[in-house]
Nanobody, 120 residues
Framework: QVQLVESGGGLVQAGGSRRLSCAAS????????MGWYRQAPGKQRELVAV???????NYTDSVKGRFTISRDNAKNTVYLQMNSLKPEDTAVYYC?????WGVGRSFASWGQGTQVTVSS
């Protein structure tokens, strides 16, 4: 079992910044990709950003230039720095991690979600 615990959500004004953190714990052999997804009311969950074990990143178009994903491999932690926030960024943000908990044994885990609300 691999658990993900997110933190950093809250209420922020438009134009402001927020930093989300997600720490993975449990039986971890290696983590390949870590990412952030979000789900707004009435909408499907969407990928926000993902970072691979080699540090390569990918972002959805709507957050490019505003959000930055990073990871600390020693701490099994991924971060999402969100700048220039907009009301349309309001959503529950979920952390995701994929990797191995043993040789040839894969896992894919989700965090419980953290609410980010951007007021106009």
């Amino acid at each position: 079992q691999v658990q993900l615990v997110e933190s950093g959500g809250g209420l922020v004004q438009a134009g402001g910044s927020r930093r989300l953190s997600c720490a993975a714990s449990g039986r971890i052999f290696s983590i390949n990709a870590m990412g952030w997804y979000r789900q707004a009311p009435g909408k499907q969950r969407e990928l926000v950003a993902v970072i691979s074990s080699d540090g390569s990143t990918n972002y959805t178009d709507s957050v490019k230039g505003r959000f930055t994903i990073s990871r600390d491999n020693a701490k099994n932690t991924v971060y999402l720095q969100m700048n220039s926030l907009k009301p349309e960024d309001t959503a529950v943000y979920y952390c995701n991690a994929r990797g191995l908990w043993g040789v040839g044994r894969s896992f894919a885990s989700w965090g419980q979600g953290t609410q980010v609300t951007v007021s106009s």
